[in-house]
């Protein structure tokens, strides 16, 4: 009697307190969802403002534990064997995306229901929830760990939480679609208003279509922030596997941790440099999907690079289903990264990484399929995208309930008139000379990284020993990083198609890696030649101390200017949006 009444209190204990984690959340959601709280937000301001703020800091890691807790159970269900965390958030985004997708097509979109399975996931995970990998704290991992968390508080805080109203296509055509799928519990038009443009773009976005059953269309842009937080996760562990650490020497691979932090940091502050200086990644628009591509485009390339295991053929197959049935078009780079890893692989002889790259391409294939079919048995059109394939296959009886083929084809000739130079010769000499720059900032790396250590081999009494050098790991890895990046800036310098041009944003933050990368290649391979001009001594800390001062200098210029600009710091103070906006009449320009 006794031990079961023990056995009881503990149970109830247990369940209390991990109810008690939940309370915050419940609070958060109930303030952001009151009744006028989103006009108090555009016009008035004031203490709502502030509140506002704090739900969403409040808010926002929880959103990204569900995604986590989403992808470990799926992981349990499919593969058990270990993960690491990067892969349980795509995998379980991904997972979210087809269960919102088929909630959605079924019409079950509710917040109970939606709520109710948001709270189980998080009591099972937190059933078993282990402790995060810890690295050992020195002074450069504490340094570059202030520098990135100074970047994401100045993102979060101007891209994430305040509200966008001054992009011309978040509040009038992203918004109001989240907005309807949380009214009408679906994916499938109102009869009163059938704008067959927001079902073909937001209705495979089954991730932000449950989080906005129960949330603001806000939302779009929290999730948009994890999913920036998440490229950096994933540039972090591709520098980890992409740059050959134990080739240079044992002090670099102890420098392993804070240069590939410091690479992910100067990756997300990084900005276009061609055919102007203009902002990367942290200025694509968080009310939008693009930055939920840009991430499953990274981490693609991620699993592809890295050494082939059961658990990459899973999520390379469930990740390019949700990635092309959220927009058929994605398919296309998708294929890029497939083919780009089937062809390491190939050159490897690795049986297992070509199957994982072969799946990437199938379900990119599985997913496109799924959606063209759904759109055309609905819309009467596969795709508006590229209109002048599916426009021979339109079913005239089905579109008509949703618009006029007239109209969609002067649409579609007027938003034409922006590619002026399609194919452009000059477009691929800009490509050509923006390789030949990065190349030679590449080749300037290496010199000066090895002129720190031929001097430093000088200096030192014990000269480092030659006949201890690690074999040289396999370049595939930089090699399908630096193709992608290559391929993807020569279709948008060429191209010159706009939607192009807005999603290949993402390449600027491999930009960093991709140039290292190929500085200490280099730097490997000179090092076989002439050991004994090469001490590891003083060269990892001045490689990290350059990366560094390269990310706080690109942080301060971009990020934290636009943050400054923007005064976003006033919204936190409690200003409204209207005054925000009013007040910076330039925004668009940022």
């Given at each position: 009697?006794?031990?079961?009444?023990?056995?009881?209190?503990?149970?109830?204990?247990?369940?209390?307190?991990?109810?008690?984690?939940?309370?915050?959340?419940?609070?958060?959601i109930?303030?952001?969802?009151?009744?006028?709280?989103?006009?108090?937000?555009?016009?008035?301001?004031?203490?709502?403002t502030?509140?506002?703020?704090?739900?969403?800091?409040?808010?926002?890691?929880?959103?990204?534990?569900?995604?986590?807790?989403?992808?470990?159970?799926?992981?349990?269900?499919?593969?058990?064997?270990?993960?690491?965390?990067?892969?349980?958030?795509?995998?379980?985004?991904?997972?979210?995306?087809?269960?919102?997708?088929?909630?959605?097509?079924?019409?079950?979109?509710?917040p109970?229901?939606?709520?109710?399975?948001?709270?189980?996931?998080?009591?099972?995970?937190?059933?078993?929830?282990?402790?995060?990998?810890?690295?050992?704290?020195?002074?450069?991992?504490?340094?570059?760990?202030?520098?990135?968390?100074?970047?994401?508080?100045?993102?979060?805080?101007?891209?994430?939480?305040?509200?966008?109203?001054?992009?011309?296509?978040?509040?009038?055509?992203?918004?109001?679609?989240?907005?309807?799928?949380?009214?009408?519990?679906?994916?499938?038009?109102?009869?009163?208003?059938p704008?067959?443009?927001?079902?073909?773009?937001?209705?495979?976005?089954?991730?932000?279509?449950?989080?906005?059953t129960?949330?603001?269309?806000?939302?779009?842009?929290i999730?948009?922030?994890?999913?920036?937080?998440?490229?950096?996760?994933?540039?972090?562990?591709?520098?980890?596997?992409?740059?050959?650490?134990?080739?240079?020497?044992?002090r670099w691979?102890?420098?392993?941790?804070p240069?590939?932090?410091?690479?992910?940091?100067?990756?997300?502050?990084?900005?276009?440099?061609?055919?102007?200086?203009?902002?990367?990644?942290?200025?694509?628009?968080?009310?939008?999907?693009?930055?939920?591509?840009?991430?499953?485009?990274?981490?693609?390339?991620?699993?592809?690079a890295?050494?082939?295991?059961?658990?990459?053929?899973?999520?390379?197959?469930?990740?390019?289903?949700?990635?092309?049935?959220?927009?058929?078009?994605?398919?296309?780079?998708?294929?890029?990264?497939?083919?780009?890893?089937?062809?390491?692989?190939?050159?490897?002889?690795?049986?297992?990484?070509f199957?994982?790259?072969?799946l990437?391409?199938a379900?990119?294939?599985?997913?496109?399929?799924?959606?063209?079919?759904?759109?055309?048995?609905?819309?009467?059109?596969?795709?508006?995208?590229?209109?002048?394939?599916?426009?021979?296959?339109?079913?005239?009886?089905?579109?008509?309930?949703?618009?006029?083929?007239?109209?969609l084809?002067?649409?579609?000739?007027?938003?034409?008139?922006?590619?002026?130079?399609f194919?452009?010769?000059?477009?691929?000499?800009?490509f050509?000379?923006?390789?030949?720059?990065?190349l030679?900032?590449?080749?300037?790396?290496?010199?000066?990284?090895?002129?720190?250590?031929?001097?430093?081999?000088?200096?030192?009494?014990?000269?480092?020993?030659?006949?201890?050098?690690a074999?040289?790991?396999?370049?595939?890895?930089?090699?399908?990083?630096?193709?992608?990046?290559?391929?993807?800036?020569?279709?948008?310098?060429?191209?010159?198609?706009?939607?192009?041009?807005?999603?290949?944003v993402?390449?600027?933050?491999?930009?960093?890696?991709?140039?290292v990368?190929?500085?200490?290649?280099g730097?490997?391979?000179?090092?076989?030649?002439?050991?004994?001009?090469?001490?590891?001594?003083?060269?990892?800390?001045?490689?990290?101390?350059?990366?560094?001062?390269?990310?706080?200098?690109?942080?301060?210029?971009?990020?934290?200017?636009?943050?400054k600009?923007?005064?976003?710091?006033?919204?936190?103070?409690?200003?409204?949006?209207?005054?925000?906006?009013?007040?910076?009449?330039?925004?668009?320009?940022?």
């Amino acid at each position: 009697m006794v031990a079961a009444e023990l056995r009881l209190r503990t149970i109830v204990e247990t369940w209390s307190l991990r109810i008690l984690i939940l309370v915050p959340a419940a609070l958060s959601i109930w303030f952001v969802n009151r009744t006028g709280t989103y006009r108090t937000l555009l016009f008035d301001g004031g203490w709502t403002t502030r509140f506002y703020v704090l739900a969403w800091i409040v808010l926002t890691p929880y959103l990204g534990w569900l995604v986590m807790a989403t992808g470990r159970l799926t992981f349990s269900l499919i593969r058990h064997e270990p993960t690491q965390r990067v892969d349980e958030f795509f995998v379980g985004a991904a997972a979210l995306i087809l269960t919102g997708f088929g909630f959605g097509a079924l019409s079950v979109l509710y917040p109970q229901i939606v709520l109710g399975f948001a709270t189980l996931m998080l009591l099972w995970d937190s059933r078993s929830c282990r402790k995060p990998q810890r690295f050992a704290l020195t002074l450069p991992l504490m340094a570059t760990s202030l520098l990135g968390l100074w970047l994401l508080v100045t993102v979060f805080i101007d891209r994430a939480v305040i509200p966008d109203v001054i992009s011309t296509d978040v509040q009038q055509l992203y918004a109001p679609y989240l907005a309807e799928v949380a009214r009408n519990h679906s994916i499938w038009l109102a009869a009163d208003n059938p704008i067959f443009s927001d079902f073909e773009i937001g209705h495979g976005n089954g991730l932000h279509l449950m989080f906005a059953t129960f949330l603001p269309p806000h939302v779009a842009q929290i999730v948009s922030f994890l999913y920036f937080v998440a490229i950096g996760a994933v540039i972090f562990e591709l520098a980890r596997i992409v740059l050959p650490w134990q080739a240079l020497g044992r002090r670099w691979e102890d420098a392993a941790i804070p240069i590939a932090l410091a690479l992910a940091i100067l990756g997300l502050a990084w900005p276009r440099t061609m055919p102007r200086v203009s902002p990367g990644l942290y200025i694509m628009e968080f009310g939008k999907y693009h930055l939920q591509t840009a991430a499953f485009f990274v981490y693609f390339l991620l699993v592809v690079a890295r050494t082939s295991q059961k658990r990459d053929k899973f999520a390379a197959g469930i990740c390019a289903i949700a990635v092309a049935a959220s927009y058929p078009p994605y398919a296309a780079l998708v294929f890029v990264i497939s083919s780009l890893g089937a062809f390491a692989k190939v050159v490897q002889r690795d049986r297992s990484g070509f199957i994982t790259s072969v799946l990437l391409g199938a379900g990119a294939i599985a997913g496109c399929i799924l959606s063209l079919s759904i759109n055309y048995l609905y819309l009467g059109i596969p795709a508006t995208n590229p209109y002048s394939l599916f426009r021979h296959v339109v079913s005239l009886e089905r579109f008509s309930k949703f618009g006029s083929l007239d109209l969609l084809d002067y649409f579609v000739v007027s938003q034409s008139l922006e590619v002026t130079d399609f194919l452009s010769k000059s477009g691929f000499v800009a490509f050509l000379r923006e390789a030949r720059s990065v190349l030679a900032v590449a080749l300037l790396l290496a010199l000066a990284t090895y002129a720190v250590a031929f001097v430093d081999s000088k200096l030192r009494s014990d000269r480092p020993e030659s006949h201890k050098l690690a074999p040289l790991p396999n370049p595939a890895g930089l090699f399908v990083v630096v193709a992608y990046v290559a391929s993807v800036r020569l279709l948008d310098m060429a191209l010159n198609i706009p939607s192009l041009m807005r999603l290949s944003v993402h390449v600027n933050a491999l930009f960093p890696l991709a140039t290292v990368g190929m500085a200490y290649w280099g730097l490997a391979v000179a090092r076989r030649f002439k050991p004994a001009w090469f001490s590891d001594r003083l060269a990892p800390h001045a490689a990290l101390a350059a990366i560094l001062l390269a990310g706080t200098w690109m942080t301060a210029a971009h990020p934290w200017k636009s943050f400054k600009v923007d005064e976003a710091i006033t919204f936190v103070g409690g200003n409204s949006s209207h005054s925000y906006a009013s007040g910076h009449p330039g925004l668009e320009a940022v």
